[in-house]
T-cell receptor, first 113, second 114 residues
Framework: DAKTTQPPSMDCAEGRAANLPCNHS???????VYWYRQIHSQGPQYIIH???NNETNEMASLIITEDRKSSTLILPHATLRDTAVYYC??????????????FGEGTQLTVNP | DGGITQSPKYLFRKEGQNVTLSCEQN?????MYWYRQDPGQGLRLIYY???????QKGDIAEGYSVSREKKESFPLTVTSAQKNPTAFYLC?????????????FGSGTQLSVL
Protein backbone atom coordinates (compact mmCIF):
# COMPACT_ATOMS: atom_id res chain seq x y z
CA ASP A 1 0.00 0.00 0.00
CA ALA A 2 1.20 3.50 -0.81
CA LYS A 3 2.42 5.72 2.01
CA THR A 4 0.43 8.85 2.85
CA THR A 5 1.50 12.17 4.35
CA GLN A 6 -0.85 14.42 6.30
CA PRO A 7 -0.28 17.56 8.37
CA PRO A 8 -0.32 16.71 12.07
CA SER A 9 -2.88 19.37 12.99
CA MET A 10 -5.29 21.92 11.53
CA ASP A 11 -7.79 24.42 12.88
CA CYS A 12 -11.09 25.52 11.40
CA ALA A 13 -13.78 27.98 12.43
CA GLU A 14 -17.22 26.58 13.10
CA GLY A 15 -19.49 26.90 10.05
CA ARG A 16 -16.59 27.23 7.63
CA ALA A 17 -15.33 24.58 5.25
CA ALA A 18 -12.54 22.34 6.53
CA ASN A 19 -10.10 21.21 3.84
CA LEU A 20 -7.82 18.37 4.90
CA PRO A 21 -4.98 17.53 2.51
CA CYS A 22 -3.28 14.20 1.94
CA ASN A 23 -0.26 13.41 -0.20
CA HIS A 24 0.09 9.94 -1.71
CA SER A 25 2.68 10.47 -4.43
CA UNK A 26 3.48 6.75 -4.81
CA UNK A 27 -0.12 5.69 -5.33
CA UNK A 28 -0.72 3.01 -7.93
CA UNK A 29 -3.50 2.92 -10.50
CA UNK A 30 -5.52 0.32 -8.61
CA UNK A 31 -5.30 1.93 -5.17
CA UNK A 32 -8.28 3.59 -3.55
CA VAL A 33 -8.09 6.61 -1.25
CA TYR A 34 -10.02 6.18 2.01
CA TRP A 35 -10.79 8.63 4.79
CA TYR A 36 -11.73 7.73 8.35
CA ARG A 37 -12.01 9.88 11.44
CA GLN A 38 -11.67 9.12 15.13
CA ILE A 39 -13.21 11.15 17.89
CA HIS A 40 -11.26 10.91 21.14
CA SER A 41 -11.49 7.48 22.83
CA GLN A 42 -13.92 6.11 20.26
CA GLY A 43 -13.52 3.75 17.32
CA PRO A 44 -12.77 5.24 13.89
CA GLN A 45 -15.66 6.05 11.58
CA TYR A 46 -15.64 5.63 7.82
CA ILE A 47 -16.16 8.89 5.92
CA ILE A 48 -15.64 8.39 2.20
CA HIS A 49 -13.45 6.72 -0.41
CA UNK A 50 -12.64 7.13 -4.10
CA UNK A 51 -10.46 5.85 -6.93
CA UNK A 52 -10.01 8.74 -9.36
CA ASN A 53 -13.27 10.63 -9.59
CA ASN A 54 -14.39 13.16 -7.03
CA GLU A 55 -16.89 11.74 -4.57
CA THR A 56 -19.53 13.27 -2.32
CA ASN A 57 -21.75 11.83 0.37
CA GLU A 58 -23.76 13.15 3.29
CA MET A 59 -20.64 13.63 5.40
CA ALA A 60 -18.00 15.06 3.07
CA SER A 61 -16.52 15.51 -0.38
CA LEU A 62 -13.33 13.92 -1.66
CA ILE A 63 -11.32 15.71 -4.32
CA ILE A 64 -8.58 13.64 -6.00
CA THR A 65 -6.09 15.40 -8.26
CA GLU A 66 -5.87 14.31 -11.87
CA ASP A 67 -2.48 12.66 -11.33
CA ARG A 68 -3.89 11.04 -8.17
CA LYS A 69 -0.83 12.01 -6.15
CA SER A 70 -2.86 13.98 -3.62
CA SER A 71 -6.38 14.41 -2.37
CA THR A 72 -8.43 16.72 -0.17
CA LEU A 73 -11.25 15.87 2.18
CA ILE A 74 -13.76 18.68 2.47
CA LEU A 75 -16.19 19.10 5.34
CA PRO A 76 -18.43 21.84 3.88
CA HIS A 77 -19.77 23.32 7.12
CA ALA A 78 -17.64 22.19 10.03
CA THR A 79 -19.24 21.85 13.46
CA LEU A 80 -17.70 21.34 16.89
CA ARG A 81 -18.60 17.65 16.61
CA ASP A 82 -16.25 17.35 13.65
CA THR A 83 -13.26 17.80 15.97
CA ALA A 84 -11.37 14.52 15.53
CA VAL A 85 -8.29 12.87 14.08
CA TYR A 86 -8.71 12.32 10.34
CA TYR A 87 -6.88 9.44 8.67
CA CYS A 88 -6.10 9.23 4.96
CA UNK A 89 -5.32 5.71 3.74
CA UNK A 90 -4.65 4.21 0.33
CA UNK A 91 -5.61 0.60 -0.34
CA UNK A 92 -5.08 -1.82 -3.19
CA UNK A 93 -8.29 -3.12 -4.71
CA UNK A 94 -8.61 -6.83 -5.26
CA UNK A 95 -10.79 -9.68 -4.21
CA UNK A 96 -8.03 -11.90 -2.95
CA UNK A 97 -6.20 -9.35 -0.85
CA UNK A 98 -6.70 -9.52 2.86
CA UNK A 99 -7.74 -6.29 4.50
CA UNK A 100 -4.45 -5.63 6.18
CA UNK A 101 -4.72 -2.00 7.07
CA UNK A 102 -2.40 0.29 8.96
CA PHE A 103 -3.53 3.74 9.96
CA GLY A 104 -0.86 6.44 10.22
CA GLU A 105 -0.96 9.30 12.71
CA GLY A 106 -3.54 11.36 10.81
CA THR A 107 -4.49 15.04 11.13
CA GLN A 108 -5.98 16.41 14.35
CA LEU A 109 -8.73 18.79 13.21
CA THR A 110 -9.93 21.23 15.84
CA VAL A 111 -13.09 23.16 15.06
CA ASN A 112 -13.24 26.37 17.05
CA PRO A 113 -16.42 28.25 18.04
CA ASP B 1 -29.34 -1.85 15.59
CA GLY B 2 -26.47 -3.72 13.98
CA GLY B 3 -22.97 -3.06 15.17
CA ILE B 4 -19.85 -4.18 16.97
CA THR B 5 -19.75 -4.56 20.72
CA GLN B 6 -16.50 -4.57 22.64
CA SER B 7 -16.29 -5.38 26.31
CA PRO B 8 -15.21 -4.39 28.82
CA LYS B 9 -14.64 -0.67 28.20
CA TYR B 10 -11.79 -0.64 30.74
CA LEU B 11 -9.64 -3.60 31.77
CA PHE B 12 -6.74 -3.97 34.15
CA ARG B 13 -4.06 -6.65 33.97
CA LYS B 14 -1.69 -7.80 36.64
CA GLU B 15 1.86 -8.80 35.86
CA GLY B 16 2.05 -12.31 34.37
CA GLN B 17 -1.67 -12.51 33.75
CA ASN B 18 -3.49 -13.28 30.52
CA VAL B 19 -6.58 -11.21 29.77
CA THR B 20 -9.21 -11.64 27.07
CA LEU B 21 -10.98 -8.82 25.27
CA SER B 22 -14.38 -9.56 23.80
CA CYS B 23 -15.61 -8.51 20.36
CA GLU B 24 -19.04 -9.44 19.02
CA GLN B 25 -20.72 -8.28 15.80
CA ASN B 26 -24.26 -8.76 14.50
CA UNK B 27 -23.59 -7.34 11.03
CA UNK B 28 -23.17 -10.80 9.49
CA UNK B 29 -19.68 -9.78 8.36
CA UNK B 30 -17.18 -12.46 7.40
CA UNK B 31 -14.05 -10.49 8.28
CA MET B 32 -12.97 -9.24 11.67
CA TYR B 33 -9.85 -7.39 12.87
CA TRP B 34 -8.00 -6.32 15.99
CA TYR B 35 -5.97 -3.11 16.21
CA ARG B 36 -3.82 -1.56 18.88
CA GLN B 37 -3.58 2.18 19.40
CA ASP B 38 -1.02 3.88 21.64
CA PRO B 39 -1.50 7.46 22.86
CA GLY B 40 -1.12 9.95 20.04
CA GLN B 41 -0.44 7.20 17.53
CA GLY B 42 -2.33 5.63 14.66
CA LEU B 43 -3.74 2.10 14.57
CA ARG B 44 -1.62 -1.00 14.10
CA LEU B 45 -3.05 -4.33 13.00
CA ILE B 46 -2.66 -7.24 15.44
CA TYR B 47 -4.67 -10.08 13.86
CA TYR B 48 -7.40 -10.47 11.30
CA UNK B 49 -9.78 -13.21 10.22
CA UNK B 50 -11.63 -13.53 6.94
CA UNK B 51 -13.52 -16.71 7.76
CA UNK B 52 -14.49 -18.85 10.72
CA UNK B 53 -11.67 -21.05 12.07
CA UNK B 54 -9.02 -19.11 10.17
CA UNK B 55 -6.96 -16.04 11.06
CA GLN B 56 -3.73 -14.33 10.07
CA LYS B 57 -1.11 -12.34 11.92
CA GLY B 58 -0.97 -8.63 11.40
CA ASP B 59 1.99 -6.32 11.93
CA ILE B 60 2.31 -6.71 15.72
CA ALA B 61 0.97 -10.20 16.60
CA GLU B 62 3.66 -11.16 19.12
CA GLY B 63 2.25 -11.58 22.62
CA TYR B 64 -1.34 -11.85 21.40
CA SER B 65 -3.61 -14.73 20.42
CA VAL B 66 -7.07 -14.95 18.85
CA SER B 67 -9.75 -17.48 18.00
CA ARG B 68 -12.62 -17.43 15.52
CA GLU B 69 -14.96 -20.26 16.45
CA LYS B 70 -18.08 -18.32 15.51
CA LYS B 71 -18.73 -15.83 12.75
CA GLU B 72 -19.95 -13.18 15.15
CA SER B 73 -17.16 -13.44 17.73
CA PHE B 74 -13.41 -12.70 17.58
CA PRO B 75 -11.89 -12.56 21.08
CA LEU B 76 -8.34 -11.29 21.62
CA THR B 77 -6.13 -12.64 24.41
CA VAL B 78 -3.29 -10.47 25.62
CA THR B 79 -0.78 -12.93 27.01
CA SER B 80 1.91 -12.45 29.63
CA ALA B 81 4.41 -12.49 26.77
CA GLN B 82 3.18 -9.04 25.73
CA LYS B 83 5.50 -6.87 27.79
CA ASN B 84 3.87 -3.55 27.05
CA PRO B 85 0.14 -4.24 26.88
CA THR B 86 -1.15 -0.85 28.00
CA ALA B 87 -3.04 0.52 25.00
CA PHE B 88 -6.45 1.17 23.46
CA TYR B 89 -7.67 -1.92 21.59
CA LEU B 90 -10.12 -1.66 18.70
CA CYS B 91 -12.08 -4.40 16.98
CA UNK B 92 -13.47 -3.95 13.48
CA UNK B 93 -15.33 -5.91 10.83
CA UNK B 94 -16.01 -5.78 7.11
CA UNK B 95 -18.30 -7.73 4.82
CA UNK B 96 -15.90 -10.12 3.11
CA UNK B 97 -12.44 -8.87 4.01
CA UNK B 98 -11.79 -7.44 0.57
CA UNK B 99 -9.48 -4.49 0.46
CA UNK B 100 -11.98 -2.03 -1.00
CA UNK B 101 -14.52 -2.47 1.78
CA UNK B 102 -15.12 -0.02 4.56
CA UNK B 103 -14.45 -1.05 8.13
CA UNK B 104 -16.90 -0.83 10.99
CA PHE B 105 -15.30 -0.28 14.39
CA GLY B 106 -16.30 -0.98 17.96
CA SER B 107 -15.93 1.59 20.72
CA GLY B 108 -12.71 0.09 22.03
CA THR B 109 -11.25 -1.37 25.24
CA GLN B 110 -8.65 0.50 27.27
CA LEU B 111 -6.23 -1.99 28.82
CA SER B 112 -3.94 -0.92 31.64
CA VAL B 113 -1.32 -2.80 33.65
CA LEU B 114 -1.49 -2.65 37.44
Amino acid sequence: DAKTTQPPSMDCAEGRAANLPCNHSTISGNEYVYWYRQIHSQGPQYIIHGLKNNETNEMASLIITEDRKSSTLILPHATLRDTAVYYCIVRVAGETSGSRLTFGEGTQLTVNP
Amino acid sequence: DGGITQSPKYLFRKEGQNVTLSCEQNLNHDAMYWYRQDPGQGLRLIYYSQIVNDFQKGDIAEGYSVSREKKESFPLTVTSAQKNPTAFYLCASSIFGRVNEKLFFGSGTQLSVL
